[in-house]
C-alpha cells in the first residue's frame, strides 16, 4: 500500500493506493500554516489516521510547493515559508518510524500522470501546474528527473521567450527577477494583464469565460496570454522535445486553451512541424497527491 500526502498552501490531503492505482482511501484537513512543527504534526497524523482507515501500513511520499536542497537537505523554494530551513524529510522520518520520499508539488503532479494519467506509456512526459503559480516537472521512462540541484522543469522562472517591447521588463517575481514566465502566465497574471489593458478587476476564469460569449476585451486579454503560452511552451519542445505536455492547476481547466495555444506553437518551435499533443490532467486536483504515493515504485 502506499500512502501519499499533499501539502497545499490552503489544504492538506492524504490517499492510500494499492498497487493497481486504486484508490482505498482519502482525508483532508486544513493547512496549519502557523509553524513548521504544527505542520509536520498534521501530515504525521494524517498519515497514521489513513492507515487507520485501511487498517494497514504503508510506504510514504510527500508533495511540498518546495524542494529539499540536495546540499544542505533542508527545504527551499517553498512557498509555504514555514518550511524554509528544516529538514522535512528527516523529522517525519524521526516521527513516522520509517523512511520517506519528499517531491516538489509539480514532480509529483507529472508523476502521477506518466504512471496512470494522460501521460501514460508516453517516454517523456512535461507536466505543467498553471493556478496561483507555474511549475513544472519532467518524467522519463516512468521516472522523474529532478538533476543536482533539485529544480528540473522549473519552467516558471525562465525569462518569458520573445517577449514583446511592452512586455520588458516585465512584472517582479517573487524569486527577486522581473519578466518570469510565471509572472505571466500563472493566474493572477491573466488577471494583471486583463486589468493593466482594462481597468477590470476580474479573475482568469472569469475572463476565459466572458472571451467565449464574445467580450472583445476579454478575447484580447486571452489571444495575448495563449501567445505568451505558446511562446513558453515552444521553449520547452526546442530543449527538452517532449512526446506529450500535460497541465494541471486552475487555469489549466480554460477549455479554450488546447484549442488555441497548439495553433500558435508553429511560429516558435525550431521544426518544420510541431505535433506536440497538450492535455488536461486525467487525475484533475487529485494528480499532486496520487504522485506522492507513486514516489515509492513497485
Request: proline share 6%; charged share 20%; glycine share 14%.
Amino acid at each position: 500500500m502506499r500512502i501519499g500526502v499533499d501539502l497545499g498552501g490552503t489544504k492538506t490531503e492524504s490517499i492510500a493506493i494499492d498497487d493497481t492505482g486504486t484508490e482505498r482511501a482519502r482525508l483532508r484537513v486544513p493547512t496549519p500554516n502557523d509553524s513548521y512543527d504544527a505542520i509536520v504534526a498534521c501530515i504525521v497524523r494524517l498519515v497514521r489516521d489513513t492507515e487507520a482507515r485501511i487498517g494497514q501500513t504503508g510506504t510514504v511520499g510527500i508533495g511540498i510547493p518546495g524542494a529539499v536542497s540536495p546540499a544542505t537537505g533542508l527545504v527551499k523554494n517553498a512557498n509555504t515559508i514555514a518550511l524554509i530551513g528544516h529538514p522535512l524529510d528527516r523529522d517525519l522520518e524521526h516521527a513516522l518510524g520509517r523512511p520517506v520520499r519528499i517531491a516538489n508539488d509539480a514532480n509529483c503532479f507529472v508523476l502521477s500522470e506518466a504512471s496512470d494519467g494522460a501521460g501514460a506509456g508516453a517516454r517523456v512526459v512535461f507536466g505543467v501546474i498553471v493556478g496561483t503559480g507555474t511549475g513544472g516537472g519532467v518524467v522519463v521512462d516512468g521516472k522523474l528527473l529532478t538533476g543536482p540541484h533539485a529544480i528540473a522543469g522549473e519552467w516558471g522562472h525562465n525569462p518569458l521567450p520573445w517577449p514583446r517591447d511592452d512586455e520588458r521588463p516585465g512584472p517582479p517575481c517573487y524569486c527577486g527577477k522581473s519578466g518570469c514566465i510565471e509572472t505571466f502566465l500563472a493566474g493572477p497574471g491573466l488577471a494583471r494583464d486583463h486589468r493593466l489593458h482594462t481597468g477590470e478587476a476580474r479573475d482568469a476564469d472569469d475572463i476565459a469565460r466572458r472571451a467565449e460569449a464574445g467580450d472583445t476585451a476579454a478575447l484580447a486579454s486571452m489571444i495575448r496570454y495563449e501567445d505568451r503560452m505558446a511562446r513558453g511552451l515552444a521553449s520547452v519542445i526546442n530543449l527538452l522535445d517532449p512526446d506529450v505536455i500535460v497541465m494541471g492547476g486552475g487555469v489549466s481547466n480554460i477549455a479554450r486553451l488546447y484549442r488555441e495555444v497548439p495553433l500558435r506553437l508553429g511560429q516558435y518551435v525550431f521544426s518544420d512541424m510541431v505535433s506536440t499533443p497538450i492535455v488536461p490532467a486525467r487525475h484533475g486536483d487529485s494528480s499532486g497527491v496520487r504522485g506522492a504515493a507513486w514516489l515509492w515504485p513497485l
